[in-house]
């Protein structure tokens, strides 16, 4: 298989084209081999010292995944509370002005709310109860541009 993959890599590079060119595979990690050559057909451990370390490998592969989770929590809370902190300097310095239903959450998600509800304004509470009424608009016949006959 590494001769087929190797010949492959090198009409590759004689031709300049690196399509169908595979990677090899990533190598079975050391702790995997090792459960496997202690654990029976039935999936059992074959000792009980083998299953408590095996134990202790899947109790790191948590701990693990939970700092890792932590730490994606941590960023994602950090650039809101960076994107909020922009938000409110924009407002101070009068470049972003919230009006009526665009107001600094709408502009940071970029879409209106939806109907029938406010977000983070708390269970039942509606826009019109929110923002009140929206602002009516008319046409009046002097904005209405007049037609040539």
Request: charge should be positive; include cysteine.
């Amino acid at each position: 298989m590494a001769e087929k993959t190797k010949k492959k890599l090198e009409e590759a590079t004689q031709s300049g084209s690196v399509d169908g060119v595979i990677d090899p595979p990533s190598p079975i990690r050391r702790h995997v081999k090792w459960k496997m050559a202690r654990t029976k057909k039935t999936g059992e451990m074959m000792t009980e010292a083998t299953k408590e370390i095996t134990e202790k490998i899947v109790i790191h592969f948590q701990l693990t995944i939970r700092i890792i989770f932590q730490y994606f929590v941590n960023a994602m809370y950090n650039c809101v509370i960076s994107m909020q902190d922009s938000f409110e300097e924009q407002v101070t310095q009068g470049s972003l002005v919230p009006h009526g239903r665009q107001d600094v959450l709408t502009t940071a998600i970029g879409r209106p709310e939806h109907p029938g509800r406010v977000r983070a304004a708390g269970a039942g509470v509606t826009i019109k109860q929110y923002f009140g009424s929206a602002p009516r608009t008319s046409c009046s016949s002097s904005s209405l541009p007049s037609k040539e006959l």
